[in-house]
């Protein structure tokens, strides 16, 4: 907070200015519809320093939590070095929401890989299916003990 203040980031409209004022949102350079390039752009302040150090921390945490675990999908798909990146700029983000709304953050139980979600849904549909049709295991072919 001492380098930009508390009436300093609520300057900023939305999370995403103020990522991209920390120089830890890409600068996506497109022309005739193609990306050139979506690096992130130069330039450090001591709030993206320190942000960029805890993402490293979270990174190397032991156990697992949502924001170790988005650390590690972006690691597996692109390298360290962007996983940091990303998870600073996730931490941005979270720092402005928090501040802005007055709300803490709370850690998103639950998250679903969208395979799981599929099988939560087919499980869903199936039951449904089930009450329609009025089915009792003896009609499916289960077996309850």
């Not at 380098?3 to 920390?22: C, D, N, Q």
């Not at 390298?79 to 929401?97: D, E, F, G, M, Q």
């Not at 802005?100 to 099988?119: A, F």
Request: no cysteine.
């Amino acid at each position: 907070m001492s380098e930009i203040g508390v009436e300093g980031i609520r300057k900023f409209p939305t999370a995403k200015h103020f990522a991209s004022w920390l120089r830890l949102a890409p600068n996506n350079k497109v022309s005739g519809g193609k990306v050139l390039s979506s690096k992130v752009p130069k330039g450090s302040s001591n709030l993206k320093i320190s942000l960029r150090n805890a993402a490293n921390a979270i990174g190397n945490l032991k156990e697992s939590t949502p924001l170790r675990d988005f650390f590690m999908r972006i690691n597996f798909r692109k390298s360290r070095v962007s996983a940091i990146s990303a998870t600073a700029r996730k931490l941005a983000v979270i720092i402005w929401n928090m501040v802005v709304t007055g709300k803490p953050h709370e850690n998103p139980e639950g998250y679903l890989y969208l395979d799981q979600k599929r099988k939560l849904g087919m499980v869903k549909r199936i039951r449904s299916q089930i009450e329609k049709y009025q089915l009792k295991p003896d009609d499916i072919g289960f077996a309850t003990n």
